[in-house]
């Protein structure tokens, strides 16, 4: 599972012509088999329907640690590997060289040469974090069908359900999960909500629900999600979430953490500590749906603040991480070291998680943890920035629903250091 590469940026096999303005035939549908009016009428898909789970921690959920492939892994992987014989990715993603970089984190390193070949098209601003869908831009609703793997929605029985051959229906605009035909790893797949509503890309409180439901139903460690606001290097305006498979844990899941708030819900939150980006941590509700408001009202409030930010789905939906970011930010202001842009890597949601996609072969034979380390501290908030950005955090969960009695501020001036801070000065957060 290590041994993955990336090369293009492209996500889908229609991205490219689309740029090119190349001219659809008409006959049969626009001839890309796709999934918009011309197509899709007699199309099916197979439909997962999982079962709701309410309880975090409580005996509705499974076990992530030990249990055997679930239905949805196998579903998944199958389906995947058969658009891979089908030929249906740019590269094959296993000649590429990856390698666990030796250190306390195990950051991991992997080189993807051709991809700075393939220039990213810009399609949108990158200083605007909220911007609206624009249809004549590439979107998921351009894909072929053969690139979507499943239908993924709540089942109406509240038992898992499987149907390999169900129509479309358009109506009522089925959440799908599709291939990233440019994987950076092993089942790397998108999860497109409600795909035919054509949502730019802004969490909500049920998209993010339904890839946490994604995250518990696939109940695998190795299985995370991730997801990439306008301004945190997502490529595309189309609501989407990320996901793959990758056997280690990640740099970002082993560092130490400091709880700085606990809400009356039950979800905890955390701040990252020895960790070379400053971050939250949400984890442990009573319920899956409190964990993904209280993670949900975070981003839209990042969102409407203009800050860009990665979110980073662990633990089988049990932690998230949320980390505003300004990197695009510093780029534009010429403050980013031309070593550090020299790389060309892109700071998304796994690179900040501690998967280092590289794309020179020098950068990658000199992979070291202080490399790591040196870049993602440059896509960190200053510790100044950080405390006002939880402060907006906090405010409106205040002004949602809560009210929050928090010292959290009382540490402005520290820095991630390499020393772990034990301790836990706790928010009361009052109803
Ligand atoms: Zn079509």
């Given at each position: 599972m290590l041994s993955i590469k990336r090369v293009a940026t492209v996500v889908s096999n229609f991205q490219k012509e689309e740029e090119a303005g190349v001219a659809a035939p008409p006959s049969g549908g626009c001839g890309r088999n796709c999934l918009k009016s011309c197509c899709i009428q007699e199309a099916k898909l197979p439909l997962y329907a999982f079962k709701k789970v309410e309880k975090v921690g409580g005996k509705d959920l499974p076990?992530?640690?030990?249990q055997p492939v679930t239905?949805?892994?196998?579903?998944?992987?199958?389906?995947?590997?058969?658009?891979?014989?089908r030929g249906l990715f740019r590269y094959d993603v296993t000649t590429c060289e990856t390698k666990v970089i030796p250190g306390e984190y195990g950051f991991i390193a992997q080189l993807n040469e051709g991809r700075h070949l393939k220039k990213r098209p810009t399609e949108f601003q990158v200083d605007k974090v909220l911007?609206?869908?624009?249809?004549?831009?590439?979107n998921f609703t351009k894909v072929g069908q053969e690139e979507i793997l499943f239908q993924f929605e709540a089942s109406s029985d509240g038992e898992v359900q499987f149907f390999p051959n169900v129509p479309i229906d358009v109506e009522n605009s089925p959440s799908v999960v599709a291939i990233n035909v440019s994987p950076i790893e092993y089942g790397h797949v998108l999860l497109i909500p409600r795909i035919f509503e054509c949502l730019p890309q802004r969490i909500d409180h049920a998209s993010f629900l339904l890839a946490l439901h994604m995250a518990v139903e696939a109940g695998n460690p190795y299985f995370r999600l991730g997801y990439n606001s306008l301004g945190a290097f997502a490529t595309i305006n189309h609501l989407h979430f990320q996901a793959y498979y990758l056997a280690v844990p990640f740099p970002i899941e082993k560092a130490p953490t400091k709880k700085i708030a606990k809400l009356n819900l039950g979800v905890k939150i955390s701040k990252l500590l020895n960790y070379p980006i400053r971050g939250l941590v949400f984890e442990g509700s009573h319920s899956l749906e409190d964990l993904a408001n209280t993670v949900s009202d975070a981003c839209i409030c990042l969102q409407r603040n203009n800050i860009p930010y990665n979110?980073?789905?662990s633990?089988?939906?049990?932690?998230?991480?949320?980390?505003?970011q300004c990197y695009a930010e510093k780029q534009a202001l010429g403050e980013v070291s031309a070593e550090l842009l020299d790389t060309q890597v892109n700071p998304a949601v796994w690179e900040i998680s501690g998967h280092m996609v590289l794309k020179r072969r020098k950068d990658y034979d000199e992979a070291s943890e202080a490399n790591a380390w040196r870049l993602l501290a440059e896509v960190s908030l200053s510790e100044e920035r950080f405390q006002e950005v939880c402060s907006l955090i906090f405010q409106a969960m205040t002004s949602s629903e809560l009210e929050v009695k928090c010292q959290y501020l009382e540490e402005a001036g520290s820095s991630p250091s390499p020393t772990m801070v034990a301790g836990s000065q706790e928010c009361l957060v009052l109803q």
């Open positions: 076990l992530c640690k030990e239905f949805l892994d196998s579903l998944i992987l199958g389906e995947w590997e058969d658009r891979m014989q911007q609206p869908f624009d249809e004549s831009k590439f979110v980073l789905i633990d089988c939906g049990r932690q998230v991480f949320l980390i505003p």
